[in-house]
C-alpha cells in the first residue's frame, strides 16, 4: 500500500515475543542518517503497538523485524490489525524470518501473501531497504542508492 500523504515517519520494531535488539538499533541509525524520522518501538512489540504507533505518527512506513524463528505466527492478521487502525504505509518485513531460511524465496512468498509490501533477508544492508523505501514512496534516491534494490 502505498500511503497518501508524504510523511518520512518509519515506525520500526521487533514485533512478537522477540529480544533480539542489534538489527533495529542499526536500523534505526541507519534511517536516522538517511533524514527519515524513526520511531523505534523496541523489542517485544504487539501487532496492536504497531498499528496504534503506525496511526499515532502518520508512518509512511512500518518496518518489523524478526529474527528468532516465530516470524510467521506472530505475524499472522498483522495488515488486519492496520487496517483497522486506520494506518496507512508501506510495510517492510526483515530479519531471519523462517526456522533455517533455507529457501528464501519460499518465505519471502509467505510473507508477501500476509501482505508485507518487501521482504528481506538477514544478509540485507540497511542501505538496500533504504533505497527501497525511497523508491516506494517516490523519494529521489541518492546516486550510490541507484542500483541496490533487489528484494
Ligand atoms: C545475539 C543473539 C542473541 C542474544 C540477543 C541479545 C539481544 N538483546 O539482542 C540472546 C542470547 C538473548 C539470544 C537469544 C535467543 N536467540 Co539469538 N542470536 C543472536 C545472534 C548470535 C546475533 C544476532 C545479532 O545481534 N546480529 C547482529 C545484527 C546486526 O544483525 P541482525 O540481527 O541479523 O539484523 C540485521 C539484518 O537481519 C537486517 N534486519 C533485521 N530486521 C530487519 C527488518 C527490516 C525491515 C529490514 C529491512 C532488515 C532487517 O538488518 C539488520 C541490520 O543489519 C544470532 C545469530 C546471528 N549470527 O545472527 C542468534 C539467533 C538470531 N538467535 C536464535 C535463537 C533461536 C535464539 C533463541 C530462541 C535461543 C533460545 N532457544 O533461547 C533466543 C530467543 C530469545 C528471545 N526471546 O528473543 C537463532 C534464530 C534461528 C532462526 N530464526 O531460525 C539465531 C539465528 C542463532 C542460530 N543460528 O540458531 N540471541
Given at each position: 500500500?502505498v500511503p497518501s500523504t508524504m510523511s518520512r515517519t518509519v515506525v520500526?520494531?521487533?514485533?512478537?515475543?522477540?529480544?533480539?535488539?542489534?538489527?533495529?538499533?542499526?536500523?534505526?541509525?541507519?534511517?536516522?542518517?538517511?533524514?527519515f524520522t524513526?520511531v523505534?518501538?523496541?523489542?517485544?512489540?504487539?501487532?496492536?503497538?504497531?498499528?496504534?504507533?503506525a496511526v499515532e505518527h502518520d508512518a509512511a512506513a512500518v518496518?518489523?523485524?524478526?529474527?528468532?524463528?516465530?516470524?510467521?505466527?506472530?505475524?499472522?492478521?498483522?495488515?488486519?490489525?492496520?487496517?483497522?487502525?486506520?494506518a496507512d504505509a508501506v510495510?517492510?518485513?526483515?530479519?531471519?524470518?523462517?526456522?533455517?531460511?533455507?529457501?528464501?524465496?519460499?518465505?519471502?512468498?509467505?510473507?508477501?501473501?500476509?501482505?508485507?509490501?518487501?521482504?528481506?533477508?538477514?544478509?540485507?544492508?540497511?542501505?538496500?531497504?533504504?533505497?527501497?523505501l525511497?523508491?516506494?514512496l517516490?523519494l529521489?534516491?541518492?546516486?550510490?542508492?541507484?542500483?541496490?534494490?533487489?528484494?
Amino acid at each position: 500500500m502505498v500511503p497518501s500523504t508524504m510523511s518520512r515517519t518509519v515506525v520500526l520494531g521487533v514485533i512478537g515475543s522477540d529480544a533480539h535488539v542489534v538489527g533495529i538499533t542499526i536500523l534505526e541509525h541507519a534511517f536516522s542518517a538517511a533524514g527519515f524520522t524513526v520511531v523505534n518501538l523496541g523489542v517485544q512489540t504487539s501487532k496492536e503497538e504497531f498499528a496504534e504507533a503506525a496511526v499515532e505518527h502518520d508512518a509512511a512506513a512500518v518496518l518489523v523485524s524478526s529474527l528468532y524463528g516465530h516470524a510467521e505466527q506472530d505475524c499472522q492478521g498483522f495488515q488486519q490489525e492496520l487496517e483497522d487502525a486506520g494506518a496507512d504505509a508501506v510495510t517492510y518485513i526483515g530479519g531471519n524470518l523462517a526456522v533455517g531460511q533455507d529457501d528464501f524465496e519460499q518465505t519471502r512468498r509467505t510473507f508477501r501473501e500476509l501482505g508485507f509490501d518487501r521482504v528481506f533477508d538477514s544478509e540485507t544492508d540497511p542501505e538496500e531497504a533504504i533505497a527501497a523505501l525511497r523508491r516506494d514512496l517516490t523519494l529521489s534516491p541518492t546516486e550510490s542508492e541507484r542500483a541496490t534494490v533487489t528484494s
